[in-house]
C-alpha cells in the first residue's frame, strides 16, 4: 500500500527547519521571530523613506540596495517554509503564504518593466511592498487570540453593522427631508453620509444643520454614537476571553503548518494528519 503524506518521515535537518520558523514557543524560535520582525519593519521603513522625494534623490541607491536585500532575505525564507511542511501548496494558499508571496513579488515584477512608460506600474507595484507589514501579524503571539475572537464574534459583529447601516440610511433620509438641498443636504446618499460622521464622533463639519429640528435629531445621533461604539467592543471582549480559556499549546503541524493545537491533540485539527 502507498503511504500518505502524513506517513513520510521528515529529514532531521527539515524538522529542525520547522521547528525554528513555525514553533514560536521554542528559544530557536522566537529568536527567529526578533529577527523576522525588525527585517519587516525596516524594510516596511525603507518603502516609506523611498516615497519621500528629498531622501529618495539623495540615497535613492542605498534604498535599492536595502530592497534587493530584503526581497532576497524575504525569497529565502518563504522557501524555507515551503521545503519545512509535507504539503508546501497548503501553505502557499493560505492567507499568511499569500501575503508572503506579495511580499516579494513586486521587486521581481518590477524587473520587466525597465522602460520610462511603465514608471507608473513600476510606482504602484512598489506599494504592495507594504503588503509586508501584513506579516507582523503571524509573529505575535497573541494574534492568535485576536483572531479566533474576531471569528467567533463575526456574525454578531456583521449584524451589528447591519442594524447601523439601517440605523444612518433611516436618519439620513429623514435629515433630507428636514435641511432640504439649501442647507448642504442634496441628496440622501450625501444625507447618509452626514449621519455616518455624525453617528461615529467624528463630525468633519462640511455639512451642518441649520433648523432646530435638524440640530435635535443631530443630538440624538451623537448621543447614540456614543452607546453604539461600545458594541462591538463589548462582542470582542466576550469572545476574547473565551479565547483565552480555551487557548491551546503553540504546536505547529508539520503537513499544513496550523498550529494553536491542545496538548493532548495527536491529529491536527485542520488536515487531519498526525502531529
Same mark, same amino acid.
Given at each position: ?9 521528515? /529529514? ?22 526578533? @529577527? ?7 524594510? @516596511? ?8 522625494? !528629498? ?8 534604498? !535599492? ?28 494558499? /493560505? ?74 440610511? !433611516? ?45 435635535? @435629531? ?58
Amino acid at each position: 500500500m502507498g503511504s500518505s503524506d502524513s506517513d513520510i518521515k521528515m /529529514s532531521p535537518l527539515r524538522e529542525k527547519i520547522h521547528e525554528i520558523i513555525f514553533e514560536a514557543d521554542t528559544p530557536s524560535g522566537k529568536l527567529f521571530d526578533i @529577527v523576522l520582525i525588525l527585517c519587516i519593519l525596516l524594510s @516596511v521603513a525603507a518603502v516609506m523613506l523611498d516615497s519621500v522625494k !528629498v531622501i529618495s534623490t539623495e540615497f535613492g541607491l542605498w534604498l !535599492v540596495y536595502a530592497e534587493w536585500f530584503f526581497t532576497i532575505l524575504f525569497t529565502f525564507e518563504y522557501f524555507l517554509r515551503l521545503i519545512s511542511i509535507t504539503r508546501p501548496l497548503s501553505y502557499a494558499k /493560505s492567507f499568511f503564504g499569500i501575503v508572503d508571496l506579495l511580499a516579494i513579488l513586486p521587486t521581481y515584477i518590477s524587473l520587466f518593466y525597465p522602460g520610462g512608460q511603465y514608471l507608473l506600474v513600476i510606482r504602484l507595484l512598489r506599494i504592495l511592498r507594504v503588503f509586508r507589514v501584513l506579516k507582523l501579524v503571524l509573529y505575535v503571539g497573541e494574534s492568535k487570540v485576536l483572531i479566533q475572537a474576531l471569528k467567533a464574534s463575526r456574525r454578531k459583529i456583521t449584524i451589528f453593522i447591519f442594524t447601523v447601516l439601517t440605523i444612518v440610511t !433611516v436618519l439620513g433620509s429623514l435629515m433630507y427631508l428636514i435641511e432640504g438641498e439649501q442647507n448642504g443636504f442634496t441628496s440622501i446618499p450625501k444625507s447618509i453620509y452626514w449621519a455616518i460622521v455624525t453617528l461615529t464622533t467624528v463630525g468633519y463639519g462640511d455639512i451642518t444643520p441649520q433648523t432646530v429640528l435638524g440640530q435635535f @435629531v443631530s443630538v440624538i445621533i451623537m448621543i447614540m454614537g456614543y452607546g453604539i461604539i461600545a458594541v462591538p467592543t463589548g462582542i470582542v471582549t466576550v469572545e476574547m476571553t473565551q479565547a483565552y480559556k480555551s487557548k491551546g499549546a503553540i504546536r505547529a503541524c508539520l503537513t499544513c503548518s496550523a498550529d494553536n493545537h491542545d496538548e493532548d491533540a495527536v491529529h491536527c485539527k485542520y488536515c487531519g494528519k498526525l502531529l
